[in-house]
């Protein structure tokens, strides 16, 4: 089992092909509609759900740079450790 893509998004593609294609998509512009879909609606979840994690952290927008020099450091104490 793929840890994306099992049986309810198989179900999921092939509903979302078949309404596209009732609209009246074909081909390249068939995979361009259903992927363009599935991307924003992911993003979407994505952006809500990190949203949610900063809220719970109580990490305030604008202090990207902050963490992501935090995240650098533990990055390089784990690479030290693993070589």
Known sequence: ???VYGDGMA???DHSY???EAAG???RD???AV???YT???GSAIDEAVTAA???ARIRPGRGAEIEAILHGLEARLARRTT
Do not use: E, I, P, S
Request: avoid cysteine.
């Open 1 to 3: 089992m793929h840890f």
């Open 11 to 13: 179900r999921f593609q």
């Open 18 to 20: 078949a309404v596209y």
């Open 25 to 27: 998509f074909t081909g």
């Open 30 to 32: 068939l995979d361009w």
């Open 35 to 37: 992927n363009t879909a």
């Open 40 to 42: 924003f609606v992911a």
């Open 54 to 56: 900063m809220t719970k």
